[in-house]
Every structure is written in structure tokens, then in C-alpha cells.
């Protein structure tokens, strides 16, 4: 099982992007899944979190301004993010809980995609 995770990018302080995890694989069917973001010297930090239910958690930091969803179907949790700021400017890696039987879990990280903002 694999989490590919595309939409990094470049952009200008108050623009936005959507960054979006795909899990591929042998999947019975996935859980609890997340994005996470680690800036240079810094630890990596819980962004924001989606179950499968849909109930949803997010950092203080990123409260109004990111929203999370995921398409069932697909297997792919997005991460919405509009007015970014410079401090938001970090490596952002998804993760998930994934069923590959109906009694094995596996936590399972993407590569990380990078999300520079400029002031």
C-alpha cells in the first residue's frame, strides 16, 4: 500500500493551492486520514485530519483558512488551502490508517510535496 500525494507548489502570500493524496494498493478499506507538514528545524506538526466518517479535525494555525475532505471512492483525502501565508511554507506529507484485510491496519505515510509561500 502506497499514499502518492500531489500539488505542491510555489505561490504568493493570500493565494491558494489543493494538495491531493491518493492511496493505491491492496486496500480492504482506509481509515483515519491526515496531512502533516514539517518546516526546516522545526518538528512535524498535525495540519489537519478527516475520519472516515467524515468528522474533521484541524490545527489552530490553519482553523478558517484549510479544509480537508476525501473521496471514498478514490481513496483520496485534499487539503484545501486558501489565503496562505508564509509560515505555512513547510513539506506537507499525508498519512492514513489503512485496512488491507478486515484485521490488519497499517499507518502509511506519502512522500511529502513542498509548499513555499512568498511575502
Known amino acids: 500500500v502506497q499514499l502518492q500525494a500531489s500539488g505542491g507548489g510555489l505561490v504568493q502570500a493570500g493565494e491558494s493551492l489543493r494538495l491531493s493524496c491518493a492511496a493505491s494498493?491492496?486496500?480492504?478499506?482506509?481509515?483515519?486520514m491526515g496531512w502533516y507538514r514539517q518546516a526546516p528545524g522545526k518538528q512535524r506538526e498535525l495540519v489537519a485530519a478527516?475520519?472516515?466518517?467524515?468528522?474533521?479535525n484541524y490545527a489552530d494555525s490553519v482553523k478558517g483558512r484549510f479544509t480537508i475532505a476525501r473521496d471514498n471512492a478514490r481513496n483520496t483525502v485534499y487539503l484545501q488551502m486558501n489565503s496562505l501565508q508564509p509560515e505555512d511554507t513547510a513539506v506537507y506529507y499525508c498519512?492514513?490508517?489503512?485496512?488491507?484485510?478486515?484485521?490488519?491496519?497499517?499507518?502509511?505515510w506519502g512522500q511529502g510535496t513542498q509548499v513555499t509561500v512568498s511575502s
Open positions: 494498493g491492496r486496500i480492504f478499506s482506509v481509515k483515519d
Open positions: 478527516i475520519r472516515s466518517g467524515g468528522s474533521t
Open positions: 498519512n492514513a490508517d489503512v485496512l488491507t484485510t478486515i484485521a490488519t491496519k497499517q499507518n502509511i
